[in-house]
């Protein structure tokens, strides 16, 4: 029986026609043109900043407005959604590892961990791998509702987190757009750590006992910055030592957004430990 599920499991996340046949294209792929991104994150920024307004000009300010349990089924399914596709690009990473791996000494790739980092030049924004990241792509676009959600609870709006929203929608279609490299690494540490955090929220979201740790989902995301910041280390020594990374122009556009998301993270990170607000 464990093992006809396994082998289902293995088919319906890496071996499905339609995932190994996957093309990126923009007249194949919904929402993969440059004008759908640039509307869609236009859109986000000015429907949170009017919500936020009118909140304010009609609500008192400490007063919130109800969502009963819908941010907590949203945090259900976007766990669900992040631990599926973590495990759709492990199986369909293992499988293209499998596949491809002749093919490595033509670039210069020795072993696995290199190919993570750094794509051969000419690499396609096809098959198993790309299908995968395609719906993390799309998967940006559901975590924007949390912006939504912060302005109706908290009657708040951050710019950091419209930054933030915005520059990850922004990198994952430069990830298909350019082949870029590293994301699979990318992929594989974002929706992880998700996954756990968002099933965290669900479940505190429902008065169900939380961690012994109270800023467990900030060290969660330290983590994922952590991991990041190491991987980009990585890719820059590849892309040196190979002479050259497929999409490494994208890669380096990638790096400034997520140098400024690190920024904004120590900002906020350093004032939540702050030994005043600790005292507060």
Same mark, same amino acid.
């Given at each position: 029986?464990?093992?006809?599920?396994?082998?289902?499991?293995?088919?319906?996340?890496?071996?499905?026609?339609?995932?190994?046949?996957?093309?990126?294209?923009?007249?194949?792929?919904?929402?993969?043109?440059? /004008?759908? #991104?640039?509307?869609? $994150? @236009?859109?986000? !920024?000015?429907? +949170?900043?009017?919500?936020? =307004?009118?909140?304010?000009?009609?609500?008192?300010?400490?007063?919130?407005?109800?969502?009963?349990?819908?941010?907590?089924?949203?945090?259900?399914?976007? /766990?669900? #959604?992040?631990?599926? $596709? @973590?495990?759709? !690009?492990?199986? +369909?990473?293992?499988?293209? =590892?499998?596949?491809?791996?002749?093919?490595?000494?033509?670039?210069?790739?020795?072993?696995?961990?290199?190919?993570?980092?750094?794509?051969?030049?000419?690499?396609?924004?096809?098959?198993?791998? @790309?299908?995968?990241?395609?719906?993390?792509?799309?998967?940006?676009?559901?975590?924007?509702?949390?912006?939504?959600?912060?302005?109706?609870?908290?009657?708040?709006?951050?710019?950091?987190?419209?930054?933030?929203?915005?520059?990850?929608?922004?990198?994952?279609?430069?990830?298909?757009?350019?082949?870029?490299?590293?994301?699979?690494?990318?992929?594989?540490?974002?929706?992880?750590?998700?996954?756990?955090?968002?099933?965290?929220?669900?479940?505190?979201?429902?008065?169900?006992?939380?961690?012994?740790?109270?800023?467990?989902?900030?060290?969660?995301?330290?983590?994922?910055?952590?991991?990041?910041?190491?991987?980009?280390?990585?890719?820059?020594?590849?892309?040196?030592?190979?002479?050259?990374?497929?999409?490494?122009?994208?890669?380096?556009?990638?790096?400034?957004?997520?140098?400024?998301?690190?920024?904004?993270?120590?900002?906020?990170?350093?004032?939540?430990?702050?030994?005043?607000?600790?005292?507060?």
């Amino acid at each position: 029986m464990s093992t006809a599920l396994i082998s289902s499991l293995t088919y319906y996340l890496s071996e499905h026609p339609y995932i190994v046949g996957f093309r990126w294209g923009h007249s194949q792929s919904w929402g993969s043109t440059w /004008s759908f #991104l640039i509307t869609s $994150i @236009f859109l986000y !920024i000015a429907v +949170s900043s009017s919500l936020h =307004i009118l909140l304010s000009a009609f609500l008192r300010r400490n007063r919130s407005v109800t969502l009963g349990h819908i941010p907590d089924i949203h945090s259900l399914l976007m /766990s669900i #959604l992040s631990a599926t $596709i @973590f495990a759709g !690009i492990l199986l +369909s990473t293992a499988t293209e =590892i499998r596949d491809t791996r002749w093919f490595w000494r033509r670039s210069k790739t020795a072993t696995p961990l290199q190919w993570l980092l750094c794509f051969p030049l000419g690499t396609r924004a096809s098959g198993r791998v @790309f299908f995968w990241s395609y719906v993390f792509y799309l998967t940006r676009f559901l975590h924007m509702f949390r912006t939504i959600f912060a302005v109706f609870r908290r009657r708040r709006l951050a710019v950091s987190q419209l930054f933030c929203n915005s520059a990850m929608a922004f990198t994952s279609f430069l990830w298909l757009e350019f082949s870029q490299s590293y994301q699979v690494l990318a992929i594989l540490s974002t929706t992880l750590v998700y996954s756990v955090v968002y099933g965290y929220r669900f479940w505190t979201g429902f008065g169900l006992p939380g961690s012994a740790f109270p800023s467990f989902v900030v060290n969660c995301q330290l983590v994922l910055v952590v991991c990041n910041l190491v991987s980009h280390a990585g890719v820059l020594t590849m892309h040196l030592i190979k002479g050259g990374c497929n999409g490494i122009g994208a890669w380096g556009l990638n790096t400034v957004l997520n140098g400024a998301i690190l920024l904004l993270f120590l900002n906020f990170y350093l004032k939540m430990h702050s030994p005043m607000r600790r005292r507060s």
